[in-house]
Nanobody, 125 residues
Framework: QVLLVELGGGLVQAGGSLRLSCAASGRTFSTYTMGWFRQAPGKEREFVAVIAWSGGTYYADSVKGRFTISRDNAKNTVYLQMNSLKPEDTAVYYC???????????????????WGQGTQLTVSS
């Protein structure tokens, strides 16, 4: 069992920045592929970014150039730095872990084994 706890959501004005973090349990975090997803009201959950165990990254087109995913294996934590935020970024953000065999191709929800509880981001216009 892997526990994921997201922190860092909140209310920010359009154009602002925020960093989300996701702390994971487990002694083999460095082997996990970690993803960020989001779900806006009335919409399906969508992929945001992934960082593979190898360090490779991949982003949804909607956030490319504005968001950066990173990881600190010593802290068992993955981050999502979000800049130039837009009202359409408003959503509940979830981190997810794929514990074996992951890559930057893992952009579907079903690819992941464990999920955090989510953290709300609201971007005001």
């Amino acid at each position: 069992q892997v526990l994921l706890v997201e922190l860092g959501g909140g209310l920010v004005q359009a154009g602002g920045s925020l960093r989300l973090s996701c702390a994971a349990s487990g002694r083999t975090f460095s082997t996990y592929t970690m993803g960020w997803f989001r779900q806006a009201p009335g919409k399906e959950r969508e992929f945001v970014a992934v960082i593979a165990w190898s360090g490779g990254t991949y982003y949804a087109d909607s956030v490319k150039g504005r968001f950066t995913i990173s990881r600190d294996n010593a802290k068992n934590t993955v981050y999502l730095q979000m800049n130039s935020l837009k009202p359409e970024d408003t959503a509940v953000y979830y981190c997810a872990a794929k514990i074996r065999g992951g890559s930057t191709r893992n952009i579907m929800s079903d690819d992941y084994d464990y999920w955090g509880q989510g953290t709300q981001l609201t971007v005001s216009s």
